[in-house]
């Protein structure tokens, strides 16, 4: 169960988090430029982080009493799976290359962290994903084990904004080719038709045990 819990928290923000946006092609930008990667990355992280147990924490004080609505959550939460996944194929038979190298004036260390919490705290996206979606999920996790949802959901948020803020030197000419965003949007967006239909099976029998 406990390997379960990290498991599914881990997929779950992996497969939200490993998409082509605002927040992912500014990390990279930025690492690619080799400028306050450190505090971005940590910041990023640190937010999707706080994020999700807010949101599991909130939602399971809400809805610990209420499985039936937990469940309609679920099914809520599969069907924005679906959609986030239908939108990754879609992007897939349409690639389109990543410019992330922007102008070439420094910017500075405050700048560059108001720049990061706006991608981050002003997408709309970001609370749906992590509050909202990521919370409902959490909730039909054991009471004991939703830390070990949470924490798996950190991880796989740490080491996706790792990976791009610190190997983009190395990322950047393989992304510079729409064919390698067409790969990565059609496994991310399998994986999210996959975890969605285990979800609405999820919901579905909550429903029918409420």
Do not use: K, N, T
């Given at each position: 169960m406990l390997g379960s819990a990290f498991t599914t928290g881990f997929a779950l923000s992996a497969t939200l988090i490993i998409a082509i946006g605002a927040q992912n092609a500014f990390v990279l930008r930025q690492g690619i430029r080799q400028e306050h990667v450190a505090p971005i990355v940590a910041f990023c992280a640190m937010a999707d982080l706080l994020l999700i147990a807010a949101g599991v924490a909130g939602l399971a004080s809400i809805l610990g009493n209420s499985p039936t609505l937990v469940a309609l959550l679920t099914i809520a939460g599969s069907v924005f799976l679906l959609w986030y996944g239908i939108r990754a194929?879609?992007?897939a038979l349409s690639p389109?290359?990543?410019?992330?190298?922007g102008g070439a004036e420094p910017v500075s260390l405050g700048n560059a962290m108001?720049?990061?919490?706006g991608f981050t705290l002003l997408n709309p996206h970001v609370?749906?994903?992590t509050v909202l979606l990521m919370g409902s999920i959490g909730t039909r996790q054991p009471p004991d084990m939703?830390?070990?949802?949470v924490g798996g959901a950190a991880c796989a948020s740490g080491v996706w904004f790792t990976t791009l803020g610190f190997g983009a030197r190395l990322l950047a000419p393989v992304f510079a080719r729409p064919r390698a965003w067409q790969v990565l949007d059609t496994l991310v967006g399998l994986t999210m038709l996959a975890l969605a239909?285990?979800?609405i099976r999820q919901g579905l029998g909550g429903l029918a045990s409420g």
């Open positions: 194929l879609r992007r389109q290359s990543l410019h992330a190298a108001a720049q990061a919490a609370y749906l994903d939703r830390i070990w949802f239909v285990l979800l």
